[in-house]
């Protein structure tokens, strides 16, 4: 279909005209479908780039780890409170405007952290870095939907996993290689985040929106609560399970886990520490790929299993010191991290009507990055009077507990052929 016929048939959501040269022509269908999923990513990346550089932060500015937890855990508040004051803006003025708004919350945040000179700048950087992260995750996954050209959620399911983990994982690593081996650490992976931030808004000016805003529709940024309608609730109580045990350890090990590495490993290498963390959200996005397409059930019950042996396991490194162990260890809980999040993504994105899909991603969300804040801060000031090794076991083997009643929720769910 030609522009002329597209604009014919739906003028309401073709308004290209104002654009100049290359941004007047949209997106075809797939390279849309890869700028949502690519928004997602560069959000994760996006959360993961400050975070070799705490040390760093800590070191220049003196503040203990209970700051340095909260300071990260700031990031998440912020998430929680765009997803609960604008979580259904998309919904109603359509997905592009929101996209836009949040890459560029999350330029600015970036430009932010350049010049940081104390911890005050981190807190305004990684809570308007926050905000941003919200806005994206509802419109973008929404969204994903929306331009999947089959509308198939098991792909779409994989799409957002794989983006989300490997976007963390990616985002560590790359800024460990930045700090360690280029000068300006603290400027050059933010330069990186804000190249990348300015494609991605070129791209999504070429995005046709999805959505046809409803008559009248305005912005509304008024506290909502999250809400799921009936259809979606069983389907959404077993993925915030699988969330909230697998993005608990997602926020355990990205607060705890450089220091542990560096105390285990008995080295101040930011790579090898950074390739250690982000083995996790790696073998998380790898694990995907891999067995992404089996039941949804069967993903969020044996990957569940494989989370609560890897947790085990890196409890038992932890004990005994063992560098080895942990590395092993981390993989093993990527593994079911990344199976047991997708098989619980996928369920509810199958089940989740067409209206309701910005509403119910940001209820998601809300879940998911409690899961990822909560657990950090109670970690940061337990560190304190408990030490970092004990504290660390501790929520470990809850994690790991919490993964096992994961495990058999998920199994009780499995459909009446596969019980039979």
Do not use: C
Not at 157 to 186: E, M, W
Not at 205 to 220: E, F, I, M, S, Y
Not at 415 to 420: A, K, T
């Amino acid at each position: 279909m030609t522009s002329i016929e597209l604009a014919a048939e739906r003028p309401d959501r073709l308004d290209l005209g104002h654009r100049p040269g290359y941004l007047r022509r949209p997106l075809a269908p797939r390279p849309a479908y890869l700028t949502a999923a690519g928004i997602v990513g560069l959000a994760m990346f996006a959360s993961g780039i400050p975070s070799p550089l705490y040390g760093t932060y800590s070191k220049l500015w003196g503040f203990s780890a209970v700051t340095l937890t909260i300071v990260y855990a700031t990031y998440a508040f912020g998430v929680l409170a765009a997803l609960l004051v604008a979580g259904r803006v998309s919904d109603e003025i359509g997905r592009r405007p929101v996209l836009l708004a949040a890459l560029g919350g999350i330029l600015v945040s970036t430009i932010v952290y350049m010049p940081a000179s104390s911890v005050g700048w981190l807190f305004a950087a990684r809570g308007l870095q926050g905000l941003a992260t919200g806005l994206a995750l509802s419109a973008a996954s929404a969204a994903l939907l929306d331009l999947h050209p089959r509308r198939d959620p098991i792909a779409v399911g994989l799409a957002n996993g794989v983006t989300s983990a490997g976007g963390i994982g990616l985002g560590i690593f790359a800024s460990s290689v930045l700090v360690q081996y280029l000068p300006a650490p603290r400027v050059l992976p933010y330069v990186l985040l804000a190249v990348l931030i300015v494609v991605a808004t070129i791209a999504t000016l070429r995005l046709d929106d999805p959505v046809t805003p409803r008559p009248g529709a305005r912005l509304r940024l008024t506290p909502q609560r999250p809400s799921v309608p009936p259809a979606g609730r069983r389907a959404f109580l077993l993925a915030s399970l699988a969330v909230l045990s697998s993005w608990s350890l997602n926020g355990l090990y990205l607060s705890l886990g450089p220091e542990l590495s560096a105390s285990l490993l008995h080295s101040d290498s930011v790579v090898l520490s950074g390739l250690v963390v982000s083995s996790l959200p790696a073998a998380a996005a790898v694990s995907q790929l891999l067995f992404g397409r089996g039941a949804p059930w069967a993903g969020a019950s044996y990957g569940s299993l494989a989370l609560a042996a890897g947790m085990g396991l890196l409890v038992a490194a932890v004990a005994s010191g063992s560098a080895a162990l942990f590395v092993v260890a981390s993989v093993i809980a990527g593994f079911g991290f990344g199976v047991a999040f997708l098989g619980g993504l996928r369920s509810l994105s199958a089940a989740v009507p067409p209206e309701h899909r910005a509403a119910v991603m940001s209820a998601f969300y809300v879940v998911a990055y409690g899961a990822l804040s909560l657990p950090a801060i109670a970690a940061g000031l337990l560190s304190g009077p408990l030490g970092l090794d004990s504290t660390f076991e501790i929520f470990g083997a809850a994690i790991a507990a919490l993964a096992l009643v994961v495990a058999g929720e998920a199994w009780r769910t499995r459909p009446r052929g596969e019980r039979q």
